[in-house]
């Protein structure tokens, strides 16, 4: 359906469809990965009497189900553990792109060169979007999103401070996110998870534990793995969860590339 959307260039009805399907199983995910790490009796008691949005539901309605299972699952193994099981991200990311990254990484040799040119080439590929009107996942691209991204340090794929590297995520719809007047509707419209994005709206954003947005973290912390080829720790510093406009992550490099 999205390859058919695209190539007809039904773009407004792509926007609408990845708003409705958006990590739509997350939650199956972490049910299964409870069970796996916490056993079966620990999932049945935090997902008790708890219907999980099908595909095709309305987005907004999802972070319900979010506040009550990091509820309970905090509650029953704590926030250390909890955060263990949503570090990997619940829903993941194309591997193939990461590969060709790693290789680069390799050839640069150097992490901040890396930084910088990945930047260049994230900002050509938005002005591609713009020339040609087509879509950066679920949004469009004009000049006025290209010059908040090339003015922003830390939009992906973020810069080095130290033996972290500190990345921040492009707005989910950033056109909306610039023209919003109202600091809840920018933090809205800067949030990409469709089950925590309709509690900011609400206003019940402090409701769900902050600990959620480790899964999109682990976001990045896929992509950095790659390009190590290890496992890294990814740390959410702040998120339109936790009251601030953009999602912004540590990454922390390992002793071996610090130079």
Not at 48 to 55: Q, Y
Request: with cysteine; hydrophobic share 35%; charged share 30%.
């Amino acid at each position: 359906m999205f390859n058919y959307a695209n190539f007809v260039k039904k773009y407004d009805f792509v926007v609408e469809l990845i708003d409705i399907v958006e990590a739509y199983n997350a939650m199956d995910n972490l049910s299964v990965r409870i069970a796996e790490k916490h056993g079966e009796d620990i999932r049945e008691r935090i997902f008790e009497n708890i219907v999980i949005p099908p595909l095709g539901s309305n987005p907004d309605n999802k972070p319900e189900v979010t506040k009550i299972v990091m509820k309970r699952l905090e509650e029953a193994i704590g926030e250390e553990k909890t955060i263990e099981l949503l570090a990997p991200c619940l829903h993941g990311r194309p591997i193939e792109p990461i590969k060709k990254d790693r290789e680069d990484f390799l050839n640069i040799n150097d992490i901040d060169e890396f930084l910088k040119i990945k930047k260049q080439e994230f900002v050509e590929r938005l002005e591609k979007h713009a020339k040609e009107g087509t879509l950066e996942y679920a949004q469009y691209i004009n000049a006025e999103v290209i010059n908040y991204v090339k003015n922003s340090k830390t939009i992906t794929p973020g810069i080095r401070e130290g033996n972290k590297i500190i990345v921040t995520k492009i707005p989910y719809q950033m056109e909306k996110f610039l023209s919003a007047e109202d600091r809840k509707m920018k933090r809205y419209f800067s949030c990409y998870c469709a089950w925590v994005r309709g509690a900011i709206k609400k206003g019940e954003e402090k409701d769900i534990s902050s600990n959620f947005c480790n899964c999109s973290a682990g976001f990045f912390k896929q992509y950095w793995d790659i390009i190590f080829d290890q496992s890294v720790k990814v740390k959410p510093l702040e998120t339109p969860l936790t009251g601030a406009l953009e999602c912004k992550f540590a990454i922390y490099i390992p002793k071996e590339f610090l130079k």
